[in-house]
C-alpha cells in the first residue's frame, strides 16, 4: 500500500470517483471506526455497519462540500460523525437491551463514558492507526537490517548486545538504526495530518 496523508486522501476523494481511492481511503479509518463503535458497546456485526454508514455519511458529506480542512482535522470530523452513528444504533436497540445486558447485568445506562473518556478511546485508535501506517511507510522506506535492528530493539526490547550479534553488526549500528527510523517515524505521524 502506498503512503498517503490524510490532506492526499481528501484531495483524492474530491478528485475522484475511483474505486481504488475509496479502498484505500476505507483501508486507512474503516478500522478506527470499527474499534471505536465496539469500545462504545456494539456488537462486532454493528460495530462494521456502523463503520461503513460513518464513512458513507462522510464521503456524501465531503463531496456536497461540507467538510472545510481548515476548521479542523479528518480525526475530528470523522469522531463526531461515529459518534452520532454509534449513539442512534443505541437509541434503536430494543428497550430490553439498553435496560440490561444479558451477559454482565449491567444497563447501558451504567455503561455510558464521560465525553473525555469517549474523545480519549477516538484519539487512541487515531493514533495507534497513525502509528501503524507510519511504521508500515518507514519499513518500506528503509534498509531492512536497519528496520530489523529497531524493531528488535525498541519495539521487542531486546539487549543491544543480542541484536548487535543477532544482525552481525556494532552496537552502535543499533543505536543509530534507532535514531534513523525515530527520526523518520516522527516526520510521517507529523506529515500525516499536516494541513497543506
Do not use: C
Request: hydrophobic letters at 35%.
Amino acid at each position: 500500500m502506498r503512503w498517503i496523508t490524510t490532506t492526499k486522501a481528501l484531495e483524492e476523494l474530491k478528485d475522484s470517483n475511483d474505486a481504488v481511492v475509496w479502498k484505500q481511503f476505507q483501508e486507512y479509518f474503516y478500522p478506527v471506526v470499527v474499534n471505536f463503535a465496539k469500545a462504545g458497546g456494539l456488537t462486532t456485526a454493528d460495530a462494521e455497519d456502523a463503520a461503513q454508514q460513518t464513512m458513507l455519511t462522510f464521503v456524501q458529506a465531503f463531496r456536497a462540500g461540507k467538510y472545510e480542512r481548515e476548521k479542523g482535522h479528518l480525526s475530528g470530523w470523522l469522531y463526531g460523525l461515529a459518534r452520532r452513528v454509534i449513539l442512534n444504533y443505541h437509541k434503536h436497540r430494543p428497550r430490553e437491551r439498553l435496560v440490561a445486558d444479558n451477559t454482565t447485568g449491567t444497563s447501558f445506562l451504567n455503561k455510558i463514558e464521560d465525553e473525555e473518556s469517549i474523545k480519549q478511546s477516538w484519539d487512541r485508535g487515531w493514533r495507534q492507526m497513525v502509528l501503524e501506517r507510519s511504521l508500515q511507510q518507514v519499513r518500506r522506506e528503509t534498509d531492512k537490517k536497519v528496520f530489523e535492528a529497531f524493531e528488535l530493539y525498541a519495539l521487542m526490547e531486546k539487549d543491544t548486545e543480542e541484536v548487535a550479534e543477532q544482525l552481525g553488526i556494532s552496537t552502535n549500528a543499533v543505536y543509530i538504526a534507532k535514531s534513523r527510523v525515530l527520526t523518520r517515524l516522527r516526520q510521517l505521524q507529523k506529515e500525516f495530518e499536516e494541513q497543506d
